[in-house]
């Protein structure tokens, strides 16, 4: 079975600082890995996906992440933070085996401090 | 153009009763997927409905069910309410479903469903 994990409950950064979020997966086959961010009492937003090809993945509000298969990992990355970047953040894979089903890892709460 | 739709956005129900949450996907999207989101923890799957028909379903009981109307919108229902029902209950669309495809889903802002 599939399963993401965000080591992470919570991140503190200052404004203009970079950021990582982290995540790490587990899945049998090729992992389809996405991010998404949700803002209070709002549903989640996409922000990138990984599907195959370069390890490095440019998505919205100028968010990053990398895609690690020795270390399974997917970590989420901006180099410089904004106070309105606070929100939660949360990693998942897409389970093929079960069509478009996401696995979602616990969220991680990120705190930009101006 | 207009996102996820779903609605109500709020509810308020009782132990033992019924409730029924709606959702229109993006225009164009044949596949819809139910998420809930219990307060402090990720959303987990429910069901996924592609083209009318059932893709997946979760580890959720029989008092969880859905359907797929011809227009692509969708139902869920949950029967004989429990208190650990309350949660967030999330629609998303995507333009593929199954297997095939690499497509993100889409979320609405979700129901806020409240069990006394």
């Known amino acids: 079975a599939q399963s993401v994990a965000q080591p992470e409950d919570q991140v503190n950064v200052a404004e203009g600082n970079p950021l990582t979020v982290k995540c790490t997966y587990s899945?049998?086959?090729?992992?389809?890995l996405f991010w998404y961010v949700q803002y209070p009492n709002r549903g989640l937003q996409f922000l990138l996906k990984?599907?195959?090809?370069?390890?490095l993945v440019k998505g919205s509000y100028g968010f990053e992440a990398e895609f690690n298969k020795s270390q399974t990992s997917f970590h989420l990355k901006k180099p410089s933070a904004l106070v309105s970047d606070s929100a939660l953040y949360f990693c998942?894979?897409?389970?093929?085996?079960?069509?478009?089903?996401?696995?979602f890892g616990g969220g991680t709460r990120l705190m930009v401090k101006p | 153009d207009a996102g996820v739709t779903q609605s109500p956005t709020h509810l308020i129900k009782t132990r033992g009763q019924q409730v029924t949450l709606r959702c229109s996907p993006i225009?164009?999207?044949?596949?819809v997927s139910w998420y809930q989101q219990v307060l402090g923890q990720g959303p987990q799957f429910i069901f996924q409905?592609?083209?009318?028909?059932?893709?997946g379903r979760g580890n959720f009981p029989d008092r969880f069910s859905a359907r797929q109307f011809p227009n692509y919108s969708s139902e869920l229902n949950v029967n004989a309410l429990l208190l650990g029902d309350s949660a967030l209950y999330l629609c998303a669309s995507s333009l593929v479903g199954g297997a095939g495809g690499n497509q993100p889903q889409h979320f609405g802002d979700g129901t806020r469903l409240s069990i006394l």
């Open positions: 409905y592609y083209e009318k028909e059932e893709r």
């Open positions: 899945v049998s086959g090729n992992p389809y």
């Open positions: 998942a894979v897409r389970d093929i085996r079960a069509g478009n089903m996401l696995t």
């Open positions: 990984y599907i195959t090809g370069d390890n």
């Open positions: 225009s164009g999207h044949k596949s």
